[in-house]
RNA sequence: GCCGAAGUGGCGGAAUUGGUAGACGCGCACGACUCAAAAUCGUGUUCUUUCGGGAGUGUGGGUUCGAUUCCCACCUUCGGUACCA
């Protein structure tokens, strides 16, 4: 082969690699295994462009190099079929959205096979495909026949809690449950109704369905969990969303919200991912304390953090949505109370957000009384109390607390200073703690002993206790909508719900004649025809969220085709938790939460045998898009070049960035590109027409998107996987600027020229290398082992450069050095390094190939260069041998007709000798 | 507001535990080859300069013989989160 033709050779080592199942993952216990996984895609219509592979190629690398490295590397692919936008346009076309994702799906495919990802790709799953959502409805199942128990700390089987109940009822029992849950002993247990039971069962589940206020959105005709919501708008589409009680089912995410916070510590993760996550779960450690209200038979009790301020308290407020509202509001309250709630529900959460620093609520006309004080403080209720997070009841203490302090001032509440250092302070809540002052038994001591003290207090006299508070809910799981995973549930008459059994599995998808609500509001299921469970109990019509499928398909991974267990007990003992794991950060509070969640509830009952799923989590950067911009006169049909702008009134427009070179403008392409430009004229400068550019995200409408395809399809894979890579960091976000990309293109021409001439004569020779062609292999060996080990791609792409400089111009062809070099290589640009390998004579694939042991001996210096620096300047260099003493170093450096002149005759007050580093002269 | 990350040439970026700032690449300029162009190769390329130097890693200070690196304060950008009691 004469010239190095990327097409034919890309293609000849893809289909060599899917022909002979080169990258097949299986169980070998010989080995030590490797799981690298990538975060898989949902196949958008858009198919991918070039900042979706950013991650997938670094996986990628070091899969490769795992397996040079004696690694058994399962690295897999899928996809998260079930979504939104498949849905969408079925609304649209009536086409059934499995054919919407099957062909997305092949598009997704050919692209990255395209691109040479050394995927299993027999391991292949898709969350839509009836023989993988079985297994999603047998972890549902498995979720509802679960409860938490917190004394072993971890899910059991209902069972176990049904066993309890019969014996002794639930008075002892310590498990995670509903707030309502009446005790009752074994008499009562044993006296209910099979449905009662149930029922009451129902408040333990894992898994339930309950009325929860939850966020609709109309425009997409479903609930969303908190993480599909941004800033009151839907993620996807960024329609309205809107507060709304609703009957959904919910999965008990909070009963694990301790040990999703703490087991953070153990994981290898950014330390802004696990920020992430502990803000969202919100551990806060504070007590409960009950305020009796005067004249009332009710007891309201407030969470709070901070008890120590207890004797500041000046009055009490109830969330808008606070159940016993009505009967703590006094008839002359009622009307100002009723129309201020009315308004507070009704109010969007959009609304409310952007009333942020705006105080409004309304006095009940009850008042509580202060146990600690026995003092009388009113009760109000204002919408800056949620509902959703602690009891719905705040203690108010305006002077260490902004709301209520802002709240308080703006109502003419008074405001009881309790914290030292605060007494003349105009705002009182700059202090937050200090000596407290003003407050009885604790007056005195620092806040953080006062908060135990008073806990320690209440907990004494029986009207308080502490408590640990989470700021995350449990996840709504339903979602009312076609193209999801059924639920395997049905109702019997009474209303309570049923398990489909196990062999039953799974509940298939029934067709719809369209993809919209019925016409009494029920979910698209609801129009299925003859969908009844054994002809009679109706189905579940919500189905499930699109989190559901992708908190488990790592483990399917390992086992893709089994039909008898989600995955099997041998294989995910071998393959364990994922090594490397990457993906976009939009995934750190959703994904990533509930995977944890599921993975660590198959762990307790015994499915898999580890805690966690992902030991190490790299996050890769968003790669931009870079927009080019024209300028076009108002008036004329003419564009000036963006150097001569500012001297004609223009207007802003978009070129494509496919026919933009170097920020300079094709012309004739962008004639051809539309009509109404083909007669346009130019006024250019330096002959050139310059474009302008903006940073931007990659799409459609401003035309900056690039796909893999166009890059491979001009310049090959390997030089598109080496040029994403040497953009910089793998975790930075970058814009996408196609320029730089011919000095890949120009490596790997200049690689090939080590091998062959222009002529295709073959140049490689079977001899003895020399010491700086030893030394230029080893140095990019040890460089580019140490760079993949840290995920530092973009510095062994110039390495590689170096490397291959270094030996052009040693004019070194010589096979020892290259055959290492190819292996080296070969995670970067796969297909380039097999062909030249090939070349060498090698019959088997490179994939196998054993990694070149790094030698320190061939990189040894025995000179080295140091440079001499006077009161920290660079004055000049002097070779030294690496064996001379410090005190040497230093005479001779005093010799040296340079520092001579620089010293100017004086003598220096120090000098410092940092051996193979500097030399340093105070002067 | 709070939490986190990041600020280095015209551009992407490099610099191991504090030790030659700007590796590698793009772009640009000049030169070679060519009738010419492309491709390729070579040289130069932080700014400034009176050609001795001087300044320089967001800003201001500090520690040090020596700071892109460590400490303090601030500014900007990006990501997350937000009446969370």
């Known amino acids: 082969m004469a010239e190095y033709n990327h097409k034919e050779i890309e293609q000849k080592w893809q289909h060599y690699w899917a022909e002979n199942k080169i990258f097949k993952a299986e169980v070998n216990p010989e080995k030590p295994k490797f799981y690298v996984l990538d975060m898989f895609p949902y196949p958008s219509g858009a198919g991918l462009h070039v900042g979706h592979p950013l991650g997938y190629i670094g996986s990628d690398i070091v899969s490769r190099f795992k397996r040079n490295k004696g690694f058994n590397v399962l690295h897999p692919m899928g996809f998260d079929a079930f979504g939104l936008p498949a849905e969408q346009y079925a609304i649209q076309t009536g086409q059934h959205p499995a054919i919407t994702t099957e062909q997305n799906i092949k598009r997704y495919k050919d692209q990255l096979k395209g691109i040479g990802l050394s995927y299993d790709w027999d391991k292949e799953v898709q969350t839509c495909d009836p023989k993988y959502y079985k297994w999603t409805q047998w972890i549902f199942s498995q979720l509802y026949n679960s409860f938490y128990n917190n004394v072993s700390n971890k899910a059991e089987p209902i069972e176990n809690l049904m066993a309890v109940f019969e014996k002794e009822g639930n008075k002892n029992v310590k498990a995670i449950c509903d707030e309502d849950t009446s005790i009752f002993d074994a008499i009562q247990w044993n006296g209910l109704t099979e449905e009662k039971k149930a029922l009451v069962l129902l408040k333990y589940r894992l898994t339930y369905p309950a009325d929860a206020l939850v966020n609709w959105c109309p425009e997409l005709g479903t609930v969303l969990a908190n993480d599909e919501v941004k800033d009151g708008f839907s993620e996807r589409g960024g329609y309205p969303v809107e507060r709304k009680k609703m009957r959904q089912w919910m999965m008990r995410i909070t009963a ?189 001591m620092e806040s953080k002993d006062a908060v135990l003290a008073t806990i320690e207090h209440a907990e004494k006299e029986g009207f308080g206790k502490a408590k640990i508070n989470y700021r995350i809910r449990d996840a709504v799981f339903s979602r009312q909508r076609y193209w999801g995973e059924p639920v395997p549930v049905y109702f ?61 398909y790592f483990l399917r991974y390992m086992d893709a085709t089994n039909e008898k267990a989600f995955v099997g007990s041998e294989v995910v003992k071998y393959w364990n938790s994922v090594d490397l794991y990457i993906g976009g950060t939009e995934h750190a509070t959703g994904h990533l939460l509930y995977s944890r969640f599921w993975n660590m509830f198959l762990f307790d009952r015994g499915f898999i045998f580890h805690e966690e799923p992902f030991q190490k989590l790299v996050n890769q950067g968003m790669i931009q898009g870079r927009s080019n911009t024209v300028y076009k006169l108002k008036t004329e049909n003419t564009f000036v070049s963006l150097g001569l702008k500012d001297q004609y009134d223009t207007i802003e427009l978009y070129a494509d960035v496919n026919m933009v070179y170097n920020d300079k403008l094709d012309i004739d392409a962008f004639k051809n590109w539309r009509a109404e430009y083909a007669e346009a004229k130019f006024i250019l400068e330096d002959g050139d027409f310059k474009c302008g550019f903006v940073v931007e995200k990659m799409s459609k409408s401003k035309y900056n998107t690039v796909t893999p395809d166009a890059m491979i399809e001009k310049y090959g894979a390997d030089c598109l996987r080496m040029y994403e890579m040497f953009l910089g960091p793998i ?128 990189i040894q210096e025995d000179e080295y260069e140091y440079p001499i620096m006077i009161n920290g300047k660079l004055r000049t260099k002097i070779m030294f041998s690496l064996d001379k003493q410090p005190k040497e170093i230093e005479l001779e450096t005093l010799k040296n007709e340079t520092v001579l002149k620089w010293l100017e005759g004086k003598q220096p007050k120090k000098v410092i000798v940092v051996p193979k580093k500097i030399v340093n002269l105070v002067v």
């Not at 040990?259 to 991912?273: D, H, P, T, V, Y």
């Not at 301020?309 to 009505?326: C, K, N, R, S």
């Not at 919209?516 to 009844?532: F, H, N, Q, Y």
Request: glycine share 6%.
């Open 256 to 444: 694990y919200a301790d040990r999703l916070a703490g087991n953070l510590e153990k994981l290898n993760w950014s330390e802004s991912m696990k920020d992430m996550q502990t803000n969202w779960i919100g551990k806060s450690y504070g007590c409960e304390l009950d305020f009796k209200v005067a004249d009332k038979n009710i007891t309201l009790t407030c969470f709070t953090t901070r008890p120590d301020t207890i004797f500041g308290v000046t009055y009490m407020v109830l969330a808008p949505e606070h159940e016993l509202i009505d009967e703590l509001t006094t008839s002359t309250h009622k009307e100002e109370v009723d129309a201020y709630v009315q308004k507070a529900i009704n109010r969007s959460e959009r609304e409310r957000m952007s009333e942020v620093k705006t105080v409004s609520g309304v006095f009940t006309g009850s008042y509580v009384i202060n146990p600690f004080t026995k003092e009388k403080v009113q009760l109000w209720v204002a919408d800056y109390v949620l509902a959703g997070y602690g009891t719905g009841v705040v203690m108010a203490v305006p002077s260490s607390d902004d709301r209520d302090f802002r709240f308080a001032t703006y109502y003419g509440l008074p405001v009881k200073k309790v914290i030292g250092g605060t007494e003349d302070l105009e705002d009182p809540t700059e202090i937050k703690y200090g000596k407290m002052i003003n407050s009885g038994f604790i007056t005195g």
């Open 492 to 552: 019997t008459e009474d209303g309570v719900p049923h398990l489909i059994p196990e062999d039953e599995l799974p509940l298939e998808l029934p067709p719809v004649d369209e993809y919209l609500p019925t016409e009494s509001g029920e979910p698209p299921l609801g129009r299925a025809k003859d969908w009844v469970y054994k002809g009679k109990y109706n189905y579940e019509l919500t189905t499930m969220p699109g989190w559901a499928g992708s908190s488990w």
């Open 731 to 858: 975790e930075l976000s970058k814009p996408w600027n196609t320029h730089g990309i011919d000095g890949v293109a120009k490596f790997l021409r200049k690689l090939w020229g080590l091998f062959f001439d222009y002529e295709g004569n073959f140049l490689v020779k079977d001899e003895k290398p020399r010491a700086e062609e030893y030394k230029a292999l080893h140095k990019t060996i040890q460089k580019v082992e140490q760079d993949i080990e840290s995920l530092s791609f973009n510095t062994s792409v110039s390495e590689f450069m170096i490397c291959v400089n270094a030996l052009n111009q040693l004019k070194c062809h010589k096979k020892s050095i290259l055959e290492n070099l190819l292996v080296v290589l070969s995670p970067f640009a796969p297909h380039i390094s097999e062909e030249l390998w090939q070349s060498l004579g090698h019959e088997q694939s490179i994939i196998n190939a054993p990694y070149p042991v790094f030698n320190a001996a061939f």
